[in-house]
């Protein structure tokens, strides 16, 4: 299904700014493939934790030049480097820590979200296939204390992503806490999507436009500030 | 125990077709390359290979050379597919999966991690919260159809839970950046992910490592997988990866 309009948003590195923002000091924190691998950009300076699923705490910035060591990359595969205090570990110990809820904050990228807080984002059919990459985001839905997404607020093709019902197969169900897109941030609760703030020069009217559920405007509801 | 062999070749000898292999590495980090070299060399056929996190795209090359040979029957693993469809549609392993050649079986990263673990470890099954309300709850993840084997749930104090099975591969291809004549083992960095819990679940672990040094070389607090676990060694050149996937 498609919304009738389309808003200009910002741009990714915007919406990885709006969610560092989220992030407390003295957090550990996991980020995903796409808009949230640019969270990164925006942490530094605060105490907090980047823990990468291949086995590493502390992961440091994207290496490169003579920086780069073919031992040392992040869970998106790039090369990175390690900080003072960095730790190595084995995998099934980095999945011990991401299931046993030692980790504070995942952020992760969706293809789409329900007003329940499940989302589908390993697996996009149109490939046509019934397999597909779950990676470590089924493991860091279940185990991390909360779950951020940042994704686009709809597709390229102009459709929902924001959806009463998933139509792609779901990663997790009923697990997202926070919604932050070019257009706005949206937190999910038991009575469902509170708008909480919108974009410079969009209404919460606008943003209902491109959202299939019924948004609970907040009446705290803002203008986002980056 | 001098566990060194004199060359791949003579250490991957007895790999008989059929045979279930575990590949660790992260993509292109921490493969077991020269030893995936060796095994397309020796032609063994109707391999099963246990993955982690897309070894087998990181050395694309090796993949290539595997699935045209038609060595694989079936690949275990959390990510096992090109990121891009475009590039994937190219890609010969991705059409024989599509053309139902070979299996892909997937299961979530961290059960990938827990199945070597409890191979290893003498655990035959576990239950994980991973996955619940999602396909990997209803049944087996795979390609072929008539593989999609129903799982079972339990309720443990009010939670769902996903009862997964142990995995205990024939032999495991590991790569490590140091090991001693005790076959004690120790990796770099990142490069360690899924290399330690494979050795501990195959039945033969051969590992493939960058500096070979005399018992008492490498420090004992400094092993990462002690060498009950290792049975056969062989030094190999540093090799050289790129960093990228598709």
């Known amino acids: 299904m498609s919304p009738k309009v389309k808003f200009e948003g910002l741009p990714r590195e915007m919406i990885a700014l709006r969610v560092s923002r989220e992030i407390k000091e003295g957090s550990y924190v996991n980020l995903g493939i796409g808009i949230p691998t640019l969270v990164s950009n925006w942490i530094e300076g605060i105490d907090v934790c980047l823990q990468s699923e291949i086995g590493m705490l502390k992961t440091g910035p994207l290496a490169d030049g003579d920086n780069v060591d073919q031992d040392l990359i992040n869970a998106s595969c790039q090369a990175v480097t390690a900080l003072p205090g960095s730790a190595y570990f084995d995998i099934s110990e980095s999945f011990g820590m991401i299931r046993g809820g030692h980790i504070d904050v995942a952020v992760m990228g969706a293809l789409q979200v329900n007003v329940s807080g499940d989302y589908a984002g390993w697996s996009n059919p149109s490939r046509g296939l019934f397999v597909g990459n779950i990676g470590g985001s089924m493991d860091l839905c279940a185990g991390a204390r909360k779950l951020f997404i940042a994704m686009e607020h709809i597709t390229k093709d102009g459709d929902y992503k924001i959806v009463k019902e998933l139509s792609y197969p779901a990663t997790a169900v009923g697990k997202v806490n926070m919604l932050f897109t070019d257009l706005a941030v949206i937190e999910i609760t038991p009575k469902g999507m509170v708008l909480k703030e919108v974009v410079a020069g969009l209404t919460p009217k606008d943003i209902q436009s491109v959202t299939e559920p019924k948004l609970i405007i907040d009446p705290k509801c803002k203008e986002m500030e980056l | ?246």
């Open chain 2, 1 to 246: 125990m001098n566990k060194i062999w004199p060359s791949l070749e003579e250490a991957i000898a007895d790999i008989k077709d059929g045979a279930m292999i575990a590949i660790p590495g992260f993509f292109a980090c921490g493969v077991p390359r020269a030893l995936l070299q060796e095994l397309i060399k020796k032609g063994t056929k109707n391999l099963t290979l246990a993955c982690g996190c897309g070894p087998l795209l990181g050395a694309a090359d090796e993949l290539k050379a595997l699935t045209l040979n038609g060595q694989i029957k079936k690949v275990i693993d959390s990510y096992g597919l090109f990121r891009s469809a475009s590039k994937g549609m190219q890609d010969p392993f991705e059409q024989a999966v599509r053309a139902g050649k070979i299996e892909l079986e997937v299961f979530p990263m961290g059960t990938m991690a827990e199945k070597y673990r409890a191979g290893g470890a003498g655990i035959p099954a576990f239950y994980t919260p991973t996955g619940v309300g999602s396909v990997v709850e209803e049944s087996i993840v795979t390609n072929i159809e008539a593989n999609r084997k129903p799982k079972e749930t339990r309720m443990i104090n009010g939670q769902k839970y996903i009862l997964e099975y142990a995995l205990k591969p024939d032999y495991a291809f590991i790569h490590a950046h140091t090991g001693d004549k005790e076959g004690n083992l120790r990796y770099a960095k990142t490069a360690k992910n899924f290399n330690h819990v494979m050795a501990t679940a195959a039945r033969i672990t051969i590992a493939e490592v960058e500096n070979l040094v005399e018992a008492g070389e490498l420090d004992g607090d400094c092993v990462h997988t002690p060498g009950v676990y290792v049975h056969r060694m062989v030094k190999v050149p540093r090799p050289k990866f790129a960093i990228t996937i598709d």
